[in-house]
T-cell receptor, first 119, second 112 residues
């Protein structure tokens, strides 16, 4: 399988603990995105990387959240001192922008997500 | 926060019926995307639209990019049980680092 993979699929933790999630993008994709999704809502953008550079962070990404993509391949998202409000599905997506005659095609392909439950 | 209005919020239909859902925005987009999400899984791309007025099909699915670039619809013909799930529209601008702006989803339920 050469799609986006995320690990773990599920994480249960106690409030105040730190958690780390991993995302492996599609191998030739240079862009990697993190989203958070709560029940009944669409995904909300958190941050994205082009290669190893983190180019944009949402204001949703508080100081307790940090993301890295050290070698421009896999990425990690860490949440420190988790709170119950952090409970959500964390989705990773990757893409490779392609210029065409009609504009830029930049399709984001998603992993299956990591479901975080903070007790 | 989300800027797309997606409707309906949910649909209860009989197997074999056609389904229609749409998204509208106060802003224009360069690309419209439709994804389907099953419980506990990530969104899966169904159709991508790149030009105003474009009509694209993928099997029993048909989607159109509105002429004003502020709306899109998705039709599913002859629904089957595996069509159950949540359908999301997403708009994308080329000058916004390609961020996706999402609708809140349309939940499709097929009555037994």
């Amino acid at each position: 399988d050469t799609g986006v993979s995320q690990d773990p699929r599920h994480k249960i933790t106690k409030r105040g603990q730190n958690v780390t999630f991993r995302c492996d993008p599609i191998s030739e994709h240079n862009r990697l995105y993190w989203y958070r999704q709560t029940l009944g809502q669409g995904p909300e953008f958190l941050t994205y990387f082009q290669n190893e550079a983190q180019l944009e962070k949402s204001r949703l990404l508080s100081d307790r959240f940090s993301a890295e993509r050290p070698k421009g391949s896999f990425s990690t998202l860490e949440i420190q001192r988790t709170e119950q409000g952090d409970s959500a599905m964390y989705l990773c997506a990757s893409s490779f922008p392609i210029p065409t005659d009609t504009g830029i095609k930049n399709i984001q392909y998603f992993g299956a997500g990591t479901r975080l439950s903070v007790l | 926060g989300q800027q797309l209005n997606q409707s309906p919020q949910s649909m209860f239909i009989q197997e074999g019926e056609d389904v229609s859902m749409n998204c509208t925005s106060s802003s224009i987009f360069n690309t419209w995307l439709w994804y389907k999400q099953d419980p506990g899984e990530g969104p899966v791309l169904l159709i991508a639209l790149y030009k105003a007025g474009e009509l694209t099909s993928n099997g029993r699915l048909t989607a159109q990019f509105g002429i004003t670039r502020k709306d899109s619809f998705l039709n599913i013909s002859a629904s089957i049980p595996s069509d159950v799930g949540i359908y999301f529209c997403a708009g994308q601008l080329w000058d916004s680092n390609y961020q996706l702006i999402w609708g809140a989803g349309t939940k499709l339920i097929i009555k037994p």
